[in-house]
Nanobody, 121 residues
Framework: QVQVVESGGGLVQPGGSLRLSCKASGSIFSVYGMDWYRQGPGKERDLVATISRDGHTNYADSVKGRFTISRDNAKNTVYLQMDSLKHDDTAVYYC???????????????WGQGTQVTISS
C-alpha cells in the first residue's frame, strides 16, 4: 500500500509565497517521476511542474520563473516553491507520483488528495 499526501496549502496575498510538500509513503521500492498538477474553479486539471528522479524539471509556461519544483529522494518527497503568486494561481494542487512497489515490484501512479491554495487580498 502506498499513500501520497500533500501539505502546505493556504491563503496568501498576491505577490506572496507558499511552499507545498508531497510525501509518498508505504511499501515503496523506488519513486520515479513526481509531478504537481492544479485544478482551478471550473477548470480542468493541468500540469504545473514535473521532476524526474535524477532532477530534470519541466514547467508550465504560466509558472516559469515563479515556481520551483525540487525533491528529496531519501524522503520520497517533492516540493513546490511558489513565489510571486497571482489570483490565477488559486486552485487545488495535486501531487502525482510514479512508484515501484516494494512488494509487487510493479510501477503504479498514485495521486494525493489535493491541497487548496487561495490567492486573495
Amino acid at each position: 500500500q502506498v499513500q501520497v499526501v500533500e501539505s502546505g496549502g493556504g491563503l496568501v496575498q498576491p505577490g506572496g509565497s507558499l511552499r507545498l510538500s508531497c510525501k509518498a509513503s508505504g511499501s515503496i521500492f523506488s519513486v520515479y517521476g513526481m509531478d504537481w498538477y492544479r485544478q482551478g474553479p471550473g477548470k480542468e486539471r493541468d500540469l504545473v511542474a514535473t521532476i524526474s528522479r535524477d532532477g530534470h524539471t519541466n514547467y508550465a509556461d504560466s509558472v516559469k520563473g515563479r515556481f520551483t519544483i525540487s525533491r528529496d529522494n531519501a524522503k520520497n518527497t517533492v516540493y513546490l516553491q511558489m513565489d510571486s503568486l497571482k489570483h490565477d494561481d488559486t486552485a487545488v494542487y495535486y501531487c502525482k507520483a510514479d512508484v515501484r512497489s516494494a512488494i509487487a515490484g510493479t510501477v503504479r501512479t498514485y495521486w494525493g488528495q489535493g491541497t487548496q491554495v487561495t490567492i486573495s487580498s
